[in-house]
Nanobody
Framework: HLQLVESGGGSVQAGGSLRLSCVAT????????MAWFRQSPGNEREGVAS????????FYSDSVKGRFSISRDKEKNTLYLEMSGVKPEDTAMYYC????????????????????WGQGTQVNVSS
């Protein structure tokens, strides 16, 4: 099993930057697809970015490509989401997710792909 705890959320002005962290504990030595999702009020949870723990392959949603970067520190068992050039539409609760599988290009963004979830960290972007 895996436990995930996010941090790093907060308030930032449009155009600014923020780094989210997700610390994993438990059985962290396996192979995982790890991802960031976000959800704003009235909207479905959407995949933002994913990273394959074995090959380092990354995927991004079109809405954040070129602005956000997902990375991992293996020694610290921590997943990061570097957010730059943020926009008001990036305002949402951000969740870390993981599943012991490959990151597939046609499903990494699906909520049902993941069994492990963090509690979320709120990001507010003001214009």
């Amino acid at each position: 099993h895996l436990q995930l705890v996010e941090s790093g959320g907060g308030s930032v002005q449009a155009g600014g930057s923020l780094r989210l962290s997700c610390v994993a504990t438990g059985y962290t030595s396996g192979r995982y697809c790890m991802a960031w999702f976000r959800q704003s009020p009235g909207n479905e949870r959407e995949g933002v970015a994913s990273l394959d723990s074995r090959y380092g392959t990354t995927f991004y949603s079109d809405s954040v490509k070129g602005r956000f970067s997902i990375s991992r520190d293996k020694e610290k068992n921590t997943l990061y989401l570097e957010m730059s050039g943020v926009k008001p539409e990036d305002t949402a609760m951000y969740y870390c997710a993981a599943e012991s599988t490959y990151c597939y290009s046609n499903s990494w963004f699906e909520v049902w792909e993941y069994n492990y979830w963090g509690q979320g960290t709120q990001v507010n972007v003001s214009s």
